[in-house]
């Protein structure tokens, strides 16, 4: 077994994104990657495909994608910005957003799992390493990462 800190990294996060996605297939019948992409755009954090492409770190043809099949199941839909006709906004629609309310409850829970046996400090340590990372990473890219 590979002990690099970045096998390690990329391991937990994958299987991560493999357990939520067991719990929103099961549950709600959409992806993690879907889940988490719905849940972004719920919370105010992305608004647009251009957005959602550079928080995951994937081309925009892989958003759009995504964002086709979540809006053919009537979860979002595009909107053509008045100020900008260039830009086109994502807004949940209420079936999306009723989807959207019932991620924190499987993301919490996954996390419970995963975090299973970790005292408080270890978890806050854990959590500061991290951001010291994602701190770095912006040095490095000369970017922010929120």
């Not at 994502?90 to 993301?107: C, K, S, V, Y």
Request: with cysteine; aromatic share 4%; net charge neutral.
């Amino acid at each position: 077994m590979n002990d690099s800190v970045g096998y390690l990294m990329s391991r937990v996060k994958s299987l991560m994104t493999n357990l939520v996605t067991q719990r929103t297939q099961e549950e709600l019948g959409i992806t993690g990657t879907q889940a988490s992409m719905l849940f972004m755009i719920a919370v105010g954090k992305c608004s647009t495909a251009a957005e959602l492409a550079r928080e995951y770190g994937i081309d925009a043809s892989a958003v759009t994608r995504l964002l086709d099949r979540v809006e053919k199941r009537g979860l979002l839909s595009r909107v053509r910005s008045i100020e900008d006709r260039r830009v086109v906004r994502l807004e949940l629609t209420d079936e999306g957003r009723a989807l959207a309310e019932r991620l924190p409850p499987i993301f919490r829970s996954v996390l419970d799992q995963l975090l299973d046996g970790f005292t408080p400090e270890e978890v806050g340590f854990l959590k500061s390493m991290l951001r010291r990372i994602l701190s770095n990473y912006c040095e490095v890219a000369g970017g922010s990462v929120t």
